[in-house]
Each structure stands twice: as C-alpha cells, then as structure tokens.
C-alpha cells in the first residue's frame, strides 16, 4: 500500500483507537465511582448499626439502674442527653 493509500486508513485507526481508549476511560472512571460510592454507603451503614447499638446498651444499662446517667454517657460516649431521653 503507497503512503498516499495509507494515510486514511492509518488515520481511521487512530480515530478508531482514540475512541475506544475515551471509552476505556469512561468505564474504569465509573467504577471508580461506583466503588467509591457503595464503600461510603456501607461505610454510613456500618456506623448506623453502631450508634444503635450503642443506644439500645445504653438504654439496657439504664434499666438496670445500677450506673447513672452520666456514667453511662461517659462510658459510652454519649451525649447525656441522649441518655436521659432513653
């Protein structure tokens, strides 16, 4: 093939190759995305389950009736409060 017949089609590669690269692209930042965002949400969730946690011992702590108020909020970093409101 002569320089001259060649040219367009090495220029229909490039574009060709360009576009799937800009494709590739797209999809690998997506995932990122995507896992960035399914790592945040379980992250909240995790972190949810924990502060409820934290309530429903705080609220079993008190009906015991063995520790106050403020010792419970203080051992269970919360604040009083929350703690009274249980």
């Not at 690998?28 to 995305?33: F, P, S, T, V």
């Not at 429903?56 to 009906?63: G, I, Q, R």
């Amino acid at each position: 093939m002569t320089k001259v017949k060649s040219f367009p089609y090495e220029a229909s590669l490039k574009a060709k190759w360009d576009t799937q690269n800009a494709f590739d692209y797209a999809i690998k930042e997506a995932a990122k995305e995507a896992a960035k965002a399914a790592t945040k949400a379980a992250t909240e969730k995790e972190r949810a389950k924990a502060d409820q946690e934290k309530l429903d011992s705080a609220k079993f702590l008190k009906e015991t009736g063995l520790l106050s108020n403020e010792q419970i909020a203080k051992s269970l970093k919360l604040p009083l409060e929350v703690v009274e409101k249980l």
